[in-house]
């Protein structure tokens, strides 16, 4: 069975930094590229950033680029997103997500995680 | 960069079938995926590729795809299905590649 459980989640101050992980379990990680998605509350899905399964591809949404770094250890099955300099409007859930077809047929999320809060306030 | 248009609300008789539109500029050339999220809770996939459905989900979700808007269909809606949808689609005209619409509430009346 596939899992994806995301932890580092907490309350932090604006200008703060955060580090949160996704363990993966049930499938072979380091096959598959992974997606950060974030959804502030009462709003909609935003992709975050990508990472391509052996980490030669990294994307990053502008809003976060610059601040977030996205990596992955593949002999520890898990996903990561260093968040620096953060601000109140990066207030969200954290889902990470397997991300299963290629860019010829569209990408998609087949597997999600239950998600961690990050709040950021003074 | 690419937009999704998604009605905010859709609302549908118990029994009946629901249709979630997805509009794009010339969606139909490309992708399209659907998920289901139920509050507090992660979304779920329910249509991938346009009108492919993961194993578990029901067959009364279908999807199509053509010139600007692509369709989530929910016939013999269930109070179940109570839940937010969304697309998405892969974009390579934007530096982030993906994309989200900003999804459509479904109340089943």
């Known amino acids: 069975e596939v899992q994806l459980v995301e932890s580092g989640g907490g309350l932090v101050k604006p200008g703060g930094s955060l580090r949160l992980s996704c363990a993966a379990s049930?499938?072979?990680?380091?096959?598959?590229?992974m997606n950060w998605v974030r959804q502030a509350p009462g709003k909609g899905l935003e992709w975050v950033s990508s990472?391509?399964?052996?980490?030669?591809?990294?994307y990053y949404a502008d809003s976060v680029k610059g601040r977030f770094t996205i990596s992955r250890d593949n002999a520890k099955n898990s996903l990561y997103l260093q968040m620096n300099s953060l601000r109140a409007e990066d207030t969200a859930v954290y889902y990470c997500?397997?991300?299963?077809?290629?860019?010829?047929?569209?990408?998609?999320?087949?597997?999600w995680g239950q998600g961690t809060l990050v709040t950021v306030s003074s | 960069s690419y937009e999704l248009t998604q009605p905010l609300s859709v609302s549908v008789a118990l029994g009946q079938t629901a249709r979630i539109t997805c509009g794009g500029n010339?969606?139909?050339?490309?992708?399209v995926h659907w998920y289901q999220q139920k509050p507090g809770q992660a979304p779920v996939l329910v249509i991938y590729?346009?009108?492919n459905r993961p194993s578990g989900i029901p067959e009364r979700f279908s999807g199509s795809n053509s010139g600007n808007t692509a369709t989530l269909t929910i016939s013999r809606a269930q109070a179940g299905d109570e839940a937010d949808y969304y697309c998405?689609?892969?974009?390579?005209?934007?530096?982030?590649?993906?994309?989200f619409g900003g999804g459509t509430k479904l109340t089943v009346l």
């Open positions: 997500a397997r991300e299963e077809g290629t860019v010829t047929t569209g990408p998609y999320d087949d597997y």
């Open positions: 049930g499938f072979t990680f380091s096959s598959y590229s």
């Open positions: 990472i391509s399964s052996s980490s030669s591809y990294i």
């Open positions: 010339n969606i139909g050339s490309k992708n």
């Open positions: 590729r346009d009108s």
């Open positions: 998405q689609v892969w974009d390579s005209s934007t530096a982030w590649h993906v994309v």
